[in-house]
T-cell receptor, first 112, second 112 residues
Framework: KAGVTQTPRYLIKTRGQQVTLSCSPI?????VSWYQQTPGQGLQFLFE???????NKGNFPGRFSGRQFSNSRSEMNVSTLELGDSALYLC???????????FGPGTRLTVT | QQQVKQSPQSLIVQKGGISIINCAYE??????FPWYQQFPGKGPALLIA?????SEKKEGRFTISFNKSAKQFSLHIMDSQPGDSATYFC???????????FGTGTRLTVIP
């Protein structure tokens, strides 16, 4: 079974721009969660989608948003990029909301 | 406020030795405690997980010990190998919440 895939793997954007990241979960998994990883703050939960609905949200500003499609694929969007948004963005999928989460390789976002 | 505290920050172990990483939590609602292994440039990989109804879980060379009354859990890596050199994260969540709270990570180096 293929793992979680994320595209693109690397991205360079300029301050003020917006960006969309994509995540395809493991086949059959219906829950997708997003995390931000930085050297300073570590791994932090952004939000979780299940059956196309946001079920949980972390402590991030409204510039961070996401959605999930009927095939469970998910996208996250960051608007008005700031230098501090430079991070590795990780997507994790699980079969259901009470099961183990499996992470993708991440998208490395650099904001200049 | 760090929901899960992890120590040590870094660990150097000789090949064949035992690596021990400790984590502590405060939120008594947490009932799912996974450990993840991350290599540079990769996403975290689920190693092993435990729920509070057992005090120990073993999978191959990896063992989780869990102390519910002390709100602590630890990862033991037996017969440590150079290939185990990676960053290890403990995490915690409530079942069904799918938002993992991660420790700050432990960089393990196993010397041949």
């Amino acid at each position: 079974k293929a793992g979680v895939t994320q595209t693109p793997r690397y991205l360079i954007k300029t301050r003020g721009q917006q960006v969309t990241l994509s995540c395809s979960p493991i086949s059959g998994h219906r829950s997708v969660s997003w995390y931000q990883q930085t050297p300073g703050q570590g791994l932090q939960f952004l939000f979780e989608y299940f059956s196309e609905t946001q079920r949980n949200k972390g402590n991030f500003p409204g510039r961070f948003s996401g959605r999930q499609f009927s095939n469970s694929r998910s996208e996250m969007n960051v608007s008005t990029l700031e230098l501090g948004d430079s991070a590795l963005y990780l997507c994790a999928s699980s079969f259901n909301r009470a099961y183990e989460q499996y992470f993708g390789p991440g998208t490395r976002l650099t904001v200049t | 406020q760090q929901q899960v505290k992890q120590s040590p920050q870094s660990l150097i172990v000789q090949k064949g030795g035992i690596s021990i990483i400790n984590c502590a939590y405060e939120n008594t609602a947490f009932d799912y405690f996974p450990w993840y292994q991350q290599f540079p440039g990769k996403g975290p990989a689920l190693l092993i997980a435990i729920r509070p109804d057992v005090s120990e879980k073993k999978e191959g060379r990896f063992t989780i010990s869990f102390n519910k009354s002390a709100k602590q859990f630890s990862l033991h890596i037996m017969d440590s190998q150079p290939g185990d050199s990676a960053t290890y994260f403990c995490a915690a969540s409530e079942t069904g919440a799918n938002n993992l709270f991660f420790g700050t990570g432990t960089r393990l180096t196993v010397i041949p």
